[in-house]
Nanobody, 115 residues
Framework: QVQLEESGGGLVQPGGSLRLSCAGSRSTFMLYTMSWYRQAPGKQRELVATITTAGDTNYADSVKGRFTISRDNAKNTMSLQMNSLKPEDTAVYYC?????????WGQGTQVTVSS
């Protein structure tokens, strides 16, 4: 079992930045592929970014060039640096850990982009 806890959400103006963090509970954190998902009101949850155990990254087209995912295995943490935020980035952001058939989710953190 891996427990995940997100932090760093909040209210930001369009064009602003936020940094989300996800803390994992186990020392085997490094064995998991980590991802950020988001879910806006009335919409399906969507994949935002992924970072593999090797550090390879992948992004949704809507956030490429604006968001950066990273991980620090020594600290069991993952981050999402979000720049040039847009109102359409407003959503609850979820941390996800995956290894083989095992999938774990955090409780989510709200990001609101509004003037």
């Amino acid at each position: 079992q891996v427990q995940l806890e997100e932090s760093g959400g909040g209210l930001v103006q369009p064009g602003g930045s936020l940094r989300l963090s996800c803390a994992g509970s186990r020392s085997t954190f490094m064995l998991y592929t980590m991802s950020w998902y988001r879910q806006a009101p009335g919409k399906q949850r969507e994949l935002v970014a992924t970072i593999t155990t090797a550090g390879d990254t992948n992004y949704a087209d809507s956030v490429k060039g604006r968001f950066t995912i990273s991980r620090d295995n020594a600290k069991n943490t993952m981050s999402l640096q979000m720049n040039s935020l847009k109102p359409e980035d407003t959503a609850v952001y979820y941390c996800n850990a995956r290894r083989f058939i095992n999938v774990y989710w955090g409780q989510g953190t709200q990001v609101t982009v509004s003037s």
